[in-house]
């Protein structure tokens, strides 16, 4: 069992930056995938990222590609997404999930945060 928590939201203007934080409690951190999703009001959810667990290899989403970066630290039971070159349509709720094995299919996470608000003015 995994519990998340996603903090660092917020409020940015077009073109800065957000760093978000993924907590995680309980067993075995290490072991999990981690995957960042992101869900806009009246749309599905959509990933943005992923990091494996074992190798540190990372996936990314097309409309984040070159601006987003995926990382972990395994001893602090922490994943995060540092979003530069922010755009209004980055706008959403952001969602970290952990998973064992290699997926970027928001449907096959075992686990989930309660979601951080990002909101980018133009």
């Known amino acids: 069992q995994v519990q998340l928590v996603e903090s660092g939201g917020g409020l940015v203007q077009a073109g800065g930056s957000l760093r978000l934080s993924c907590a995680a409690s309980?067993?075995?951190?290490?072991?999990?995938?981690m995957g960042w999703f992101r869900q806009a009001p009246g749309k599905e959810r959509e990933f943005v990222a992923r990091?494996?667990?074992?190798?540190?290899?990372?996936n990314y989403g097309d409309s984040v590609k070159g601006r987003f970066t995926v990382s972990r630290d395994d001893a602090k039971k922490t994943a995060y997404l540092q979003m530069n070159s922010l755009k209004p349509e980055d706008t959403a709720v952001y969602y970290c999930?952990?998973?064992?094995?290699?997926?970027?299919?928001?449907?096959?996470?075992?686990?989930w945060g309660q979601g951080t608000q990002v909101t980018v003015s133009s």
């Open positions: 309980g067993r075995a951190f290490n072991n999990y995938d």
């Open positions: 990091i494996d667990a074992v190798d540190r290899s990372t």
């Open positions: 999930a952990a998973h064992w094995v290699f997926t970027i299919v928001p449907s096959e996470y075992d686990y």
